[in-house]
């Protein structure tokens, strides 16, 4: 699998110091994200779904601008009007197929887990979508 890195890895890690810029390529062996043929972190590592999303389609730098809009348009210090944050995550867990993007060991929160990091852009843009429409109160 091919990924991408969202934003400026730098930072020590399984194979030492390093600092990757934003948009570098990196392949994976197995479930290890590998830089320069060495190590860097398992593909469900936290440090993973911080810094890369998948490049597989070779629509990484998309998929990073659609995964930040969400997490912006999700997260609790970005959202001004608390009840449309409620409103929000009660709409994506009311959605079976958004799911899939949960960790499923954790029952009373919500963490976006691997495959939110490598889901289609089609997935994405309906996410983006359906949270449009709750912000615009239209639910």
């Given at each position: 699998m091919k990924y991408i890195t969202r934003k400026r890895y730098k930072k020590k890690c399984i194979q030492g110091e390093v600092n990757i810029p934003f948009g570098t390529e990196i392949?994976?062996?197995?479930?290890?994200?590998?830089?320069?043929?060495?190590?860097?972190?398992f593909d469900t590592s936290q440090d993973a779904f911080d810094y890369f999303v998948s490049n597989e389609d070779n629509q990484g730098l998309k998929r990073i601008e659609l995964i930040n809009w969400i997490l912006d348009h999700t997260s609790f210090d970005k959202i001004k009007n608390k009840d449309r944050y409620e409103e929000i995550w009660e709409m994506i867990w009311s959605k079976k197929k958004y799911h899939k993007f949960k960790r499923e060991d954790n029952n009373d929160r919500?963490?976006?887990y691997k495959d939110f990091y490598l889901a289609s852009i089609d997935d994405l843009e309906q996410l983006i979508n359906d949270i449009k429409i709750v912000e615009q109160g239209d639910c």
């Open positions: 392949d994976s062996k197995g479930n290890m994200l590998i830089y320069n043929e060495k190590p860097l972190c919500w963490l976006w």
